[in-house]
């Protein structure tokens, strides 16, 4: 029998370099694209729209610096390493300790259609906080890995690639890294990664924050028919009854925002291909979601209220990423991999120390009730004062401040 080759343990610096005939490509796509005519007072309602469109168009071509953006990422380090036969990619960004000082293990995890570059802001707040503003002097030492199949980490090439799967992988990174105990991350497909690694490695994590929890809990339909007519049966809180009903409301806003849901979940490969082929689709596709995702209401304004959170350079940076990796189609298929089965696995307990930061734009924002069902170690519940699902991005000292509490919170139970 022919002896077995030992697989590929290492780790390799990654620098992002894209070349120029690349770009040159995509400014020949941008002066070539075709825009179709708004509506009168549509804002964003029918989503991205086409006069803005123009704009973001108009400033991609003529301001945006891409070879500046890419030195800004550049200046923290990035690997690679190959995990279940897949090139992952990852920032590992360690601070700088003083002496007798440690670091404390964290990784945190993007979603769609973010990236790691979401992370950016917030890292140096929770490596260095003293020179960023911060007053606590524990220090954290971040691993930011990127989901398979989006931007530079290699797509798979089979079905079934989901997020129990993926949490494996990330488990197996840091155990490679050198943290057999370490604290866990996440919004959006993140928050589901965090959870399922926290159900399949509960002894490596020491704790899971989130800003993205969707508890369930048993007979979960029933209870919110009965709550649609007696709120007070199911929920004791006010707050949390605010958050569920009336059911008919909320379920409408989540109507009117996750078509591109059912269409991930399904056909993902039939608009990727849209999307991977025209940086003005993609650009609007990915917009859309940073307009409501920050906030619902910004659908009633003309410019998707996208700017007022960031720099237009910064949005572009992370639409960017997807385009020159040509990674949206398989970033997309995440959705497919996952949403099924969401509604078919069986309800299970969380059991390690867990915070959720609650933030007011969030869609779906759960109920703390339900919440301490699943998460029966809750040990943090947070309602933030301000922000959105794109939290790290949005308001990174906000974030920031809330991991603090929670990691300083269980390393004082632990140290008893």
Same mark, same amino acid.
């Not at 798979?156 to 370490?182: E, P, Q, T, W």
């Not at 007022?308 to 020159?324: A, F, G, P, Q, R």
């Given at each position: 029998?022919?002896?077995?080759?030992?697989?590929?343990?290492?780790?390799?610096?990654?620098?992002?370099?894209?070349?120029?005939?690349?770009?040159?490509?995509?400014?020949?796509?941008?002066?070539?694209?075709?825009?179709?005519?708004?509506?009168?007072?549509?804002?964003?309602?029918?989503?991205?729209?086409?006069?803005?469109?123009?704009?973001?168009?108009?400033?991609?071509?003529?301001?945006?610096?891409?070879?500046?953006?890419?030195?800004?990422?550049?200046?923290?380090?990035?690997?690679?390493?190959?995990?279940?036969?897949?090139?992952?990619?990852?920032?590992?960004?360690?601070?700088?300790?003083?002496?007798?000082?440690?670091?404390?293990?964290?990784?945190?995890?993007?979603?769609?259609?973010?990236?790691?570059?979401?992370?950016?802001?917030?890292?140096?707040?929770?490596?260095?906080?003293?020179?960023?503003?911060?007053?606590?002097?524990?220090?954290?030492?971040?691993?930011?890995?990127?989901?398979?199949?989006?931007?530079?980490?290699?797509?798979?090439?089979?079905?079934?690639?989901?997020?129990?799967?993926?949490?494996?992988?990330?488990?197996?990174?840091?155990?490679?890294?050198?943290?057999?105990?370490?604290?866990?991350?996440?919004?959006?497909?993140?928050?589901?990664?965090?959870?399922?690694?926290?159900?399949?490695?509960?002894?490596?994590?020491?704790?899971?924050?989130?800003?993205?929890?969707?508890?369930?809990?048993?007979?979960?339909?029933?209870?919110?028919?009965?709550?649609?007519?007696?709120?007070?049966?199911?929920?004791?809180?006010?707050?949390?009854?605010?958050?569920?009903?009336?059911?008919?409301?909320?379920?409408?806003?989540?109507?009117?925002?996750?078509?591109?849901?059912?269409?991930?979940?399904?056909? &993902?490969?039939?608009?990727?291909? %849209?999307?991977?082929?025209? +940086?003005?689709? #993609? $650009?609007?596709? /990915?917009?859309?979601?940073?307009?409501?995702?920050?906030?619902?209401?910004?659908?009633?304004?003309?410019?998707?209220?996208?700017?007022?959170?960031?720099?237009?350079?910064?949005?572009?940076?992370?639409?960017?990423?997807?385009?020159?990796?040509?990674?949206?189609?398989?970033?997309?298929?995440?959705?497919?991999?996952?949403?099924?089965?969401?509604?078919?696995?069986?309800?299970?307990?969380?059991?390690?120390?867990?915070?959720?930061?609650?933030?007011?734009?969030?869609?779906?924002?759960?109920?703390?009730?339900?919440?301490?069902?699943?998460?029966?170690?809750?040990?943090?519940?947070?309602?933030? &004062?301000?922000?959105?699902?794109? %939290?790290?991005?949005?308001? +990174?000292?906000? #974030? $920031?401040?809330? /991991?603090?509490?929670?990691?300083?919170?269980?390393?004082?139970?632990?140290?008893?």
């Amino acid at each position: 029998m022919r002896p077995t080759t030992p697989a590929d343990e290492s780790i390799s610096p990654f620098e992002i370099k894209l070349g120029s005939s690349a770009l040159n490509d995509l400014k020949s796509r941008i002066r070539n694209a075709r825009f179709a005519e708004g509506l009168e007072d549509s804002q964003f309602h029918y989503g991205t729209r086409p006069e803005y469109m123009r704009k973001v168009a108009k400033y991609w071509l003529s301001s945006y610096n891409w070879t500046k953006e890419q030195e800004e990422i550049n200046k923290f380090a990035h690997f690679k390493t190959s995990i279940e036969g897949l090139d992952i990619h990852f920032m590992h960004i360690k601070p700088n300790l003083q002496p007798g000082q440690k670091a404390i293990p964290l990784m945190m995890l993007h979603g769609w259609p973010g990236s790691f570059y979401e992370f950016l802001k917030i890292a140096p707040m929770m490596t260095d906080p003293l020179a960023h503003g911060g007053q606590s002097d524990d220090v954290f030492e971040l691993i930011c890995p990127t989901i398979p199949g989006f931007t530079f980490s290699e797509a798979s090439h089979k079905k079934g690639l989901n997020a129990l799967a993926v949490a494996r992988i990330y488990d197996k990174l840091m155990k490679r890294l050198g943290f057999d105990k370490y604290y866990i991350q996440g919004g959006d497909w993140g928050a589901a990664i965090v959870t399922k690694m926290a159900l399949i490695a509960p002894k490596s994590i020491l704790g899971l924050h989130t800003n993205m929890a969707t508890p369930r809990v048993p007979f979960q339909p029933l209870l919110l028919l009965i709550g649609s007519y007696f709120p007070n049966l199911v929920f004791s809180s006010k707050d949390d009854q605010e958050k569920v009903f009336p059911v008919g409301e909320k379920f409408t806003d989540l109507l009117l925002e996750t078509g591109y849901m059912h269409i991930q979940a399904t056909k &993902p490969d039939t608009i990727g291909q %849209a999307l991977d082929d025209s +940086p003005i689709g #993609l $650009a609007a596709y /990915i917009l859309e979601k940073f307009s409501t995702g920050t906030n619902k209401h910004n659908r009633n304004r003309d410019d998707g209220g996208i700017e007022e959170n960031w720099k237009l350079d910064e949005v572009l940076t992370n639409i960017m990423l997807y385009w020159m990796t040509n990674s949206m189609t398989t970033a997309m298929r995440f959705y497919k991999e996952n949403i099924a089965e969401l509604f078919q696995e069986p309800i299970y307990e969380i059991t390690v120390p867990t915070a959720v930061a609650d933030f007011p734009n969030e869609f779906n924002r759960p109920p703390e009730q339900w919440t301490r069902k699943q998460f029966v170690d809750l040990v943090q519940f947070s309602i933030m &004062p301000r922000g959105g699902h794109f %939290a790290a991005f949005e308001v +990174p000292s906000l #974030l $920031a401040q809330d /991991i603090r509490k929670f990691v300083k919170a269980v390393e004082a139970r632990r140290s008893t």
